[in-house]
């Protein structure tokens, strides 16, 4: 099955002011997009889209995006944060991606009721060759969105799939390079499996998970901020560039 992919993103930097501010989404989020696309519903509700951000927006979130030599999942800033400004290029990205807005956009394109405040956000700079193997997400969540933020990927490994059953990695329902802007979104059901080949080496991106209710996501975010900063205390408590 071919893999999807995305046009290659620009190699010059834009300024952030190209990026709209912290409460909106226009000209970050392509949500017109998004509500354009029916999922598919067989096994799963699921879909992908490439270009979900223009190719600047790209650019400037890559650079700074936060690098955690640990690899695992670390808690984006709240939404309390965001609005405080001074924003960069990846930290505008998540004020678009946090935005009711946008929450609204995944709720008609999926025919869900989502609440803003039970969506949490993680992020991810690096994958351990251990990451991937097969599996559907907790009851806890209703939905998952995953956004990617790397410039190539001519790894076999990393390229997430959609799959058919929970012990066959080759049964799949698409296999996605994860590739500047595009984005994998789905709805948790028992049967939702998806993983990907080992790869060792960086790997970003956003994971969004609405949440069954906004004291589901608190608790989860507190848990992955534990094992996060346990992570960097047995690494000698060095984070890279702007880890959270």
Not at 120 to 129: A, E, G, I, N
Not at 204 to 216: K, P
């Amino acid at each position: 099955m071919p893999a999807l992919s995305s046009p290659a993103a620009p190699k010059a930097p834009v300024p952030p002011s190209a990026i709209s501010p912290t409460n909106r989404t226009d000209g970050v989020l392509n949500l017109d997009g998004l509500r354009a696309l029916r999922p598919a519903e067989v096994p799963f509700p699921h879909l992908v889209m490439t270009g979900f951000i223009a190719p600047a927006v790209a650019v400037t979130a890559r650079h700074d995006f936060p690098d955690s030599p640990h690899g695992g999942l670390v808690p984006a800033p709240s939404r309390a944060v965001l609005e405080r400004g001074g924003l960069d290029g990846f930290t505008r990205l998540l004020a678009a991606l946090t935005a009711p807005e946008t929450t609204q956009a995944f709720a008609e394109t999926f025919n869900l009721d989502l609440d803003p405040n039970a969506l949490m956000v993680t992020v991810r700079s690096r994958c351990v060759p251990k990451d991937g193997r097969i599996h559907t997400d907790s009851v806890t969540k209703r939905l998952t969105a995953l956004l990617y933020l790397n410039e190539e990927w001519n790894a076999p490994g990393g390229r997430l799939r959609l799959l058919r059953s929970a012990d066959d990695m080759e049964d799949m329902l698409a296999e996605v390079l994860p590739l500047d802007g595009t984005l994998v979104a789905f709805r948790r059901t028992d049967n939702s499996f998806h993983g990907h080949k080992p790869h060792d080496g960086v790997r970003r991106y956003i994971m969004l998970n609405w949440m069954v209710d906004a004291g589901t996501a608190r608790r989860e975010t507190l848990r992955h901020g534990v094992t996060a900063g346990l992570k960097r205390l047995a690494l000698g408590g060095a984070f890279s560039k702007g880890e959270m």
